[in-house]
């Protein structure tokens, strides 16, 4: 049975956060573990062309994150804390460092659809909805899509 | 010159955010002490009758913090991580340990208006208006008073 490779990258309606939904064939511990540890995530994150180098990753209920990626000689920075760390759902900052004082909560939670499927429910909330919608308009999407069209890889290949 | 003593606590109409503003006889970096110093902290904040007890405090950016209090024979907790700490802003996660799903996202900074004047900007960013409704009909308001009341007084002393 093939995962839904359909990436569903919603706007909220009411409040200023971006919803992603994307099943994979995977257990809810195999995405766990692709989110939490730093071998694995590097992997799979973010656009092709781009491939993150891990800066520091403690993976805690009050640990901090970051991680740089390099395009055309440009390095780019990403960092953030894990609020929470729980089998079924994540919670972190994330601040991209382009932007040093936006700050968006992330909430990942998977849900399990059955043998070996899994949905992943990915909340991006801002503080404002214009923060929203220019995050929406940067182009993101492809970038999130390639991530995980990786991830299905790694998954398929016994990886994760 | 006396600070404003009120404190103005409003539901922002756009977005599930809590905003908290009041001003002090202070200095920014007075008001940056009074909210990283964990000795400090603990002086202030909350409502008289519950004395919190610091059981872990880390105000740098990635640190975490944790802090209990106690009523009626019953321990209350609260927790969170410290995403940005900068001398005018300070952003860090909030989870009461009643609701362990719920978390805020809270924005403080601290703007001068003067000599030795400063008004903070508190904004706790919930993912949900029902989330943020609760939390403003919870009572909150008084604890908030009494916290920036106790804090008023420290200031006058010397303390800060």
Redesign the interface.
């Known amino acids: 049975m093939n995962s839904n490779k359909e990436t569903a990258i919603e706007a909220d309606a009411?409040?200023?956060?971006i919803r992603i939904t994307r099943d994979f064939a995977a257990t809810p511990e195999q995405l766990f573990r692709a989110h939490t540890d730093p071998v694995l995530f590097a992997r799979w994150i973010g656009p092709d062309a781009m491939p993150p180098r891990i800066v520091y990753w403690d993976p805690r209920?009050?640990?901090?994150w970051r991680y740089v990626t390099e395009h055309e000689g440009v390095e780019y920075g990403f960092?953030?804390?894990?609020?929470?760390v729980r089998p079924d759902?994540i919670?972190q900052?994330f601040?991209f460092e382009g932007q040093p004082?936006g700050?968006a909560?992330e909430?990942l939670t998977f849900e399990t659809l059955g043998e070996r499927r899994t949905r992943l429910h990915a909340?991006s909330?801002c503080?404002?909805?214009e923060a929203r919608d220019a995050w929406l308009a940067s182009g993101m999407e492809s970038g999130v899509d390639q991530g995980y069209a990786k991830l299905d890889r790694l998954l398929a290949d016994g990886a994760v």
Do not use: I
Not at 79 to 84: I, N
């Open positions: 009411k409040v200023p956060a209920p009050g640990g901090s960092h953030g804390c894990f609020h929470q759902r919670v900052t601040t004082d700050v909560l909430t909340q909330l503080d404002s909805f």
